[in-house]
Structures are given as C-alpha cells and as structure tokens.
C-alpha cells in the first residue's frame, strides 16, 4: 500500500509524474528560518507540530534551526518521528485506552516524551502503564481556552488535575496546553487578537494557581500559524506548536494581516503537481487530481501561477478548471500547480515529497507518519 | 508509510484499536450478492469500480459473485489489482502522458486491460504507447452525457474519434463510456430518472451512429449506485460500473426513492470505529478519528447506533459529537461507529480494512491501491 516516488532525483520539474507533492525547498527553508528567528528573537521556545509535514526530514530540519523538539497528535507519529531519529516529542493531544499508553510508556523509554490529560480517570491510566513499563511519563494538563474541543475548564478544574498529576507515582507534571485552534482561522486580524488575549488571561490565571501550590510548568504550550503572534506577545505562553508556516495552506493565506491586507509572514511551498487530462470545451479543463490528491474541508485548492483560471470543482480523481478567456486555457498534457486548502489532511494522502530546487528534484522525503492514526 | 493494522485475527470488536476502518462481512457480502442478482437477473453485465474499495480482496468477492471485471480510475490502481490476481480491467478514465502509457501497454501483456480517450492526440499517444510495446490496446469513447467533465459531445463529435480509434493500427475500438456523475446524488427519484433519460438518449444516437458505420461497441458502460437501475431499464448500457453499493455511503443514503422515503437497496458495510477521547462538558464528546480517518467532502459522517449524538465537527484528529440529552453521552474510552458521508476518499486514507462477523476479527484486507494517484 506504500508508493512509488513520482520522480527520480535529478528529474526536471516537468519529468515528475503527477499527482504529486511537491515541495520548493528555498521556500521550505526560508519559512523554517523566519519562524525560528522569530522565536530566538522573542526568547520564546519553537516546539513545530508535525501533524502537518509528518516528515522526520522536515522535523530534523526545523530542529536543526534551532526548535527545541517537536509535538505529535497521536503515538504513532510520535513512534515515526522517534525512529527516524527525533529525540523530544510532545503529544499535544489526549491519548486513551490501555495499547496506547503501553505503546507511549514504551517510546519513553527511548526518547523524552510528553502526553496531555483532560479527566482525572485518564492521568490514573498514564500512571498505571508508566508503572507496568518502569517509567516516568510527563503530563501536562490541557486546558480549553476557546476552542471548545478536548480540556479542562482554566483555573479550579485544571488545578486540581494538575494536582493529580503531581501527586501520581509514576508521572511528572509537565506544565499545561492550550491551543486555541478557532482563533487561527478568524480572518481579520482584531479578532485574532481579542481571542488569544482571553485565553491568555484564562491562562494566566490558571499558572498563576498552580505556581501558588508550588506547581511550575516547565511547557505552557500553544499557538498557530494564524495567532503565534499574539501567543508570543502575551508573554504567557513559553513554547509556539506552530505547524503550517512549513508549507502555508491556501485558507491560511485568506488571513487578513493588522493593515487589512493578506498576512504574507510565510511562502506556499507545497503544492500538487497535476496534468490537463481533458480538455473537453474552450473554456474548461481537467486535470489528474483529485479528493485523493488533496483535501477540501477549507474549500478547494488555488492556482498557482495560472492566471485567468479559477478551480470549479474536485471529484475523487479530477479537478474541473473554468477559463473565462478561452487562450487562457492550457492545453492536454500540460502542468498545473494547485495550492491545497488544507495542508495537514493533504500530506496525510501521500507517500513522498518531491523536494525541488531551481527547477530541479534534489531529494524525495518519505512523508513517515502518513496514516499514523492511533 | 504503510500502517500496521489495527487489530488481530480473532479480536473481538472492543479490540480493534481505533480509528479504524471496519467492514462488516455480513452486510458486505449481502450487498454484493443483491448487485450481482440484479444485474443478471436484467441482463445487463456488472463491472465494478474499484476506485471506492482499492481493495483485491473485495474485487475478487465481486467476480466470483459474477462480476465480468473490475474498473479504475489509475493506472498504478489497475497495475496493484493485476498484481493481485485480477485478469479484466476496464481503466474508464483518460491517461495522458508517455510515462502512464507505457505502463498501461506494459500491463496489456499481461491483462485484458481497456481504456478511455477523448481527444484526437490522446488517442495517437495511446496507439504510439501500443506500438511501442507490441501489443493492441482498447479504447472506448468517453461521452459527456451530463456531468460537465471528461468526454466528446454525443454524436459527431465521438463518431468522429471512434473512427480514429478503429484507423489506428495499434488500437481496437472498444465501445463507449458513458458515466454521469452528478446524476448519482440528485435527492429525488424522479430528478435521477430524468437525468438517466437525457444521458441514454443522447448514448443511443451516438450508439446507432456508431453502428451505421460498422462500429460495434462491445462495451456500452456507465452507472452508479444512485442511477443504476435508471440506465438498466433503459436497455442503452450494457455494463454496470457501480462502485458505493458495496459500503453504502451515507450520501447515497439520502437519496429518495420512488416513494420519497430513503433509498433501501444497500447496508451500510464500513465504519470508522472511534473511541472518546475526551468528555469535557455533559452535552459533549470528543472522539480519536478526525479529518485524516475519514473525509467530509460530501458532509460529515453519521453516527451508527448511538442515539441522542449529533456529530457537530470533524478537525484533523477528532470528532466533536454533541449529546443533546447529558444521560445519553458515552463515557470516556468507549467506541463509536462512524458512517463517512464519502467512501471512496475515506477508504483511500487507510492502509487495511478490518474484516469484522459475529463480532470477532475475521480477516484484514490490504487496501492494495491505497494512494495509488499517478
């Protein structure tokens, strides 16, 4: 079920097969560095989440300038990356039920690994498999700041967990997570801001419980793409989970920055590689990729560098393009590149990255975590 | 990139670790047998597509229950099925390009293998591939009869490339395709029928043009699981392409019958088995299987069985259900069956299908075409 590469190194950009992902690797390494600049610059700690790439290559590099480790959703992942040479992962995410957290207590044994916990019946679970496998496992609590998914209430309910955590055996009490996941996608950039600022608060408030009982949070975790500013200029939160600045979904460009323009921090550096299939009317063409190439749960791909042309439909194995100029229209055979919606689930579909530069396939990357679901 | 699966042969149901992709056998054999009875019960031949379960094992269950063959939609999911032991492959798509051609001509020494063309120099690429190779491919005609993608016009336009087809001295005029899409989710029975109607009209002008030039079309194919006994009763197709009716999307689901309640033909056979993962407030219920277990490209999934839940959000990792009555909530670390709204790109996100009768874990099925794109 795994595939073969859509290239071969050294192929010309136009020799590789398609559908595929392909990645511009100057852009790749230029959002790399601006972001960890940024957050050298700021004295706040990088941790990237690699639910977005699930690439142990793009991990290493995000590491290598200077991030402090990386998170993962589910164990999985967090098993690809630590094989492929990833030493310090945090699960930002809850994990539940006994094979799992077998599966974490035992990764532990070989890498500095951190879980997230809602329910005081779930930290007595990470207690009991780090006391089958002889281990201490790191918690932290997950608190709900806004985005109304998995965590605790701020303040009183996420002390008390925190205070369970502690009091456990077998576990260390990491510190607390609060990502705000909504705020990311608010277009305008005043609420952005008003989002993170409330959760901030609840935040703050809630550290500043724990630290009366003497409990320290070595991670106050969170922040994305869209709102890693904000997180950063609170001065609440000590390490930015940002994941999608690597590749920067088309939905993320919609963002509107402080002057009410497009926010324009990071470059699209992925995209799916497609051919004209058909092209069945003067205005209209086809081409080779479809649901199974990229997602649409925020909204169909863009095209990039196609001018005149706009995306009309994504069926399982096409994308239907309209041209209101027929010239414009390319011709059978010809190759688009589609900016993806939604970069995260869009890697998810494939086997490899096709890294180019100047035009040119310097490296294939196994995506290592591709259907890494539990 | 390839997963391990989820369960064990053996394991009961509460084993199977989650997300996971389950097919119940009783339901999926069910479905198959009625699709097979009713297409020889009318006379008309069954090849099913392929491009919803990726999966030899399924296919094989299709032909022994008097499927003629099977189709695709990729090259690289014909090659995975040929590999596995399927002799009969109609690819009812375009495939554009040396490199794609060459493989399908390759594949022809071994298979019986057709495929689709809609333009003139498609048609001459696919004849050099074949002369290339040293062997004779089949290609049918693809007409657009109303989903406004892929095809010639009826008439004329297909006249003329089939004759193309039949001058060229690699190729064997094959017959036409004939497929209409947006046909198969048009809510009321009698909207289908229309559709149905339009499309067979136009096919059989196009047919007796054929024919009064001496141009047979061996296959006539087309159909879907929400039109198919449209284009039977029709007597103008003569294969079956249906693909859904084996998992039953909850999509097709909502389609009406002719008495305006829902369609009945099918059993939903797949599930996502997914357990709670998190249950912060009483009305509220976060589950592990999110936008990377299944897709929402035709809605969200349905809930199997648990009444009072209302799924009310799919991010990447989770699914946030909604209890409107606090006593019906699950607790935490219990399992939920998801319906995907979309089957297809929901079975191309996982690398096994867990076989499930009686409760207990009675086979695992590599998904063989899995990410198959290219």
């Known amino acids: 079920m795994s595939q073969c590469p859509a290239a071969r190194i050294g192929d010309r950009l136009d020799e590789i097969d398609t559908p595929a992902l392909v990645v511009d690797l100057d852009v790749l390494e230029a959002n790399i ?24 290559a ?9 991030a402090v480790g990386i998170c993962c959703q589910k ?10 040479g990833i030493t310090d992962i945090l699960v930002s995410n809850e994990v539940v039920g006994r094979r799992k957290l077998d599966r974490l207590a ?52 996420a002390l008390t967990l925190a205070r369970r955590i502690a009091a456990a055996p077998n576990l260390r009490f990491g510190g607390v997570q609060a990502y705000h996941g909504p705020a990311q996608h608010k277009r305008t950039h005043d609420e952005r801001r008003a989002a993170i600022e409330v959760a901030g608060r609840d935040l703050r408030r809630t550290l500043d419980m724990l630290e009366a009982e003497g409990l320290s949070s070595d991670i106050v975790g969170g922040a994305g793409t869209g709102s890693y500013a904000f997180e950063t200029a609170s001065g609440v939160w000590n390490e930015l989970q940002v ?16 002057d009410g323009g497009p926010v324009q921090d990071f470059g699209h550096s ?26 649409t749960d925020c909204g169909l791909p863009a095209l990039m560098g196609c ?57 294939l990357w196994p995506v290592d975590a591709r259907g890494a679901l539990f």
Chains 1, 2 share one sequence.
């Not at 999985?76 to 094989?83: F, L, N, T, V």
């Not at 009317?281 to 190439?293: E, H, N, Q, V």
């Not at 027929?326 to 579909?349: F, K, M, Q, S, Y």
């Open 270 to 295: 992925l995209t799916i590689k497609t051919t004209v299939m058909s092209a069945p009317a003067p205005d209209r063409i086809i081409t080779d990729a479809g649901l199974k190439a990229y997602t």
């Open 106 to 157: 035992a990764l532990s044994k070989r890498v500095r690994v951190a879980v997230c916990a809602d329910h005081p019946g779930n930290v007595d679970d990470i207690d009991a498999a780090a006391a089958r496998w002889d281990t201490v496992l790191t918690v932290l609590v997950e608190i709900d700041v806004g985005g109304g998914r998995c965590g605790t209430q701020p303040g009183e309910e």
């Open 33 to 56: 560095r601006r972001m960890s600049a940024f957050a050298a610059e700021r004295g706040v700690r990088l941790r990237p989440h690699a639910k977005t790439h699930k690439c142990s």
């Open 307 to 363: 001018p005149g042309g706009e995306v009309l439909k994504a069926s399982d194995e096409h994308t239907t393009i309209r041209f209101a100029r027929p010239g414009d229209r390319p011709a059978l055979g010809e190759a688009l590149h589609l900016i993806p919606g939604h970069c995260d689930p869009t890697v998810n579909l494939h086997d490899w990255i096709v890294g180019v530069r100047g035009g040119r396939v310097e490296c």
């Open 75 to 84: 164990v999985g992942e967090a098993e690809a990356m630590a094989d492929a």
């Open 58 to 66: 793009i991990a290493r590099l995000q590491i290598e300038a200077g």
């Open 243 to 258: 994941g999608s600045y690597v590749f920067m979904d088309h939905d993320y460009a919609l963002n509107q920055g402080a």
